[in-house]
C-alpha cells in the first residue's frame, strides 16, 4: 500500500504557472505589460509561491486586492510593484506607504486623502485611478473634468495609470463590453487633451485577452483566472482562443475506507443515495469542509484510475463516498482526483462548476485551508 503524504492535497506545477504567463505575454506582445493578479491566495494556489515563480518568470507587478494580502507578499519577500485593486480601509492607508504597495483609488475623496497623506509622509505616492465605465461597483463616476481638476489639485499624490474593469467580458452576445471602452476611451482622452498622461492604461482581466480583444489590451493587462490555466465559458459568437494555458492545479485526496454494500443499501446523510446492485463503495477524504461543493452530492465525479467514476451520496464535510466497482485496482491508501488530468481523461474546476452550478473561480477559490499544498 502507497503511503500518501496527507488525507487531502493539491499538486502545484510550478512549470505550468510561469507556462502561462508566457503564453499570456506572447499573446498580447512585448508592448504590453502583464500583471498578473495573486489574490484571495493566489485563487487559492498558494500566494507566496505563485508570486515567487511569477517573478522568476519575470513579472515586474502582481496584483492582490487589499492591503492584507500585499503585506503578507512583503513579509515573503516579494518585491517589484504590488497594485492593490480592491479598495482600502482608512486604518490601512498608512501601511500601504509602509510597504511600498500601489493602491487603486476609486473615488475623488480618495485622491484627496491620498495626497494629504503623501504630503504628511513627505512623499509621493503613485496610485491607479479606476473609472466605473459601467459596472456599477467600484470606480469613480465624477464628471471627467472634475475628474481631472481633483487629479492636477493634487501634489503628493500621482495618477500613475487609469484603469476599469468588464462586467461582462466573455458575453460576446451582449453590447456591454463595447459601451463600456466607448465611456473609458472618453476618460483618456480627456486627460490627454490636457497633457495628462499616466503611464499605464489597463482594462483587461483574462477574459478579453484569452479571446485577443486587442481594443481592450492598452499597454497593461491583469490575468488572473488564465494563469492558473482556465477560461470562462463564452456566451455569443466569441473569437477563437489565443493562448496556450492549462491547469496548474491537481486537488487529490486518500481513500480511507472501501466496503461492499448490498443492492438496496442506503448511503449517506438523507439517503440521498441507494444502491441498485452490490456497490464497492469508496470513502475518501474531501468533503465541503475541504471545499468540495455540496451541490456535486450524488452528481459529482472523481477521477479514479483514469476512470471517471460517481460521487454517491451527498457530499458531507469530511469525505465523499464514490462508486468504485469498476476499479478494483484501487483500494484503501490510494488517491483519487478530484482536479486532474489521468490517462488523457480530464477533471477540471470548470466541469465541477458547471455541475455544481457555479463558476470555475469559485471551485478554486472555494478549496480550504485544510487542504495541504505540494509545489512540483
Ligand atoms: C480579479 C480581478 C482581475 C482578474 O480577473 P480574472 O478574470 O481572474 O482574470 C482583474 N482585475 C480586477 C479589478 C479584478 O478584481
Given amino acids: 500500500m502507497p503511503k500518501l503524504p496527507y488525507r487531502s492535497w493539491v499538486e502545484i506545477s510550478r512549470r505550468q504557472i510561469a507556462d502561462n504567463f508566457a503564453a499570456i505575454r506572447t499573446t498580447v506582445g512585448d508592448g504590453v505589460e502583464v500583471m498578473p493578479v495573486v489574490k484571495a491566495d493566489a485563487y487559492r494556489h498558494g500566494a507566496a509561491e505563485v508570486s ?8 515586474r507587478w502582481l496584483a492582490v486586492s487589499c492591503v492584507e494580502e500585499g503585506i503578507a507578499l512583503r513579509e515573503a519577500g516579494i518585491g517589484g510593484r504590488i497594485l492593490i485593486m480592491a479598495g482600502f480601509l482608512a486604518g490601512e ?9 500601489t493602491p487603486v483609488v476609486h473615488s475623488l ?7 494629504r497623506l503623501g504630503a504628511a509622509r513627505e512623499c509621493v505616492i503613485d496610485y491607479h485611478l479606476k473609472i466605473d465605465s459601467g459596472m456599477g461597483r467600484l470606480g469613480t463616476r465624477a464628471e471627467i473634468t472634475e475628474i481631472i481638476d481633483t487629479v ?26 463595447g459601451r463600456q471602452m466607448a465611456r473609458f476611451n472618453e476618460v483618456t482622452s480627456a486627460f490627454h487633451a490636457v497633457g495628462l498622461e499616466p503611464a499605464y492604461t489597463h482594462l483587461a482581466a483574462s477574459a478579453p485577452i484569452v479571446y485577443g480583444i486587442r481594443e481592450t489590451w492598452g499597454n497593461m493587462v491583469r490575468p488572473g483566472l488564465a494563469i492558473y490555466g482556465y477560461v470562462s465559458p463564452a456566451s455569443g459568437p466569441a473569437p477563437p482562443l489565443l493562448p496556450r494555458i492549462a491547469p496548474v492545479l491537481e486537488w487529490k485526496a486518500a481513500i480511507l475506507e472501501i466496503k461492499h454494500l448490498p443492492a438496496g443499501s442506503d448511503i449517506g446523510y438523507d439517503a ?9 463503495v469508496g470513502v475518501v ?28 451520496g451527498a457530499v458531507s464535510m469530511d ?3 464514490v462508486d468504485l466497482t469498476t476499479v478494483p485496482e484501487l483500494g484503501v491508501g490510494d488517491a483519487v482526483r478530484l482536479i486532474g488530468r489521468d490517462r488523457g481523461l ?18 478554486l477559490c472555494g478549496i480550504s485551508s485544510r487542504v495541504k499544498r505540494i509545489y512540483r
Fill in 109 to 115: 475623496a480618495g485622491i484627496r486623502e491620498l495626497d
Fill in 52 to 59: 515567487r515563480v511569477l517573478k522568476s518568470a519575470g513579472a
Fill in 93 to 101: 492607508r498608512e501601511a500601504l506607504v509602509d510597504h511600498n504597495l
Fill in 152 to 177: 492636477r489639485q493634487a501634489r503628493a499624490a500621482r495618477v500613475e495609470a487609469l484603469m476599469t474593469h468588464f462586467a461582462s467580458a466573455s458575453s460576446f452576445d451582449r453590447p456591454q463590453t
Fill in 319 to 321: 469525505v465523499i463516498t
Fill in 285 to 312: 477524504a474531501a468533503g465541503y469542509g475541504d471545499g468540495v461543493p455540496h451541490q456535486l452530492s450524488n452528481r459529482g465525479k472523481v477521477l479514479a484510475a483514469g476512470r471517471l467514476v460517481p460521487i454517491i
Fill in 272 to 280: 440521498l443515495f441507494r444502491t441498485g446492485r452490490r456497490t464497492r
Fill in 346 to 363: 480530464v477533471l477540471d474546476a470548470q466541469d465541477i462548476a458547471t455541475t455544481a452550478g457555479t463558476i470555475s473561480y469559485s471551485v
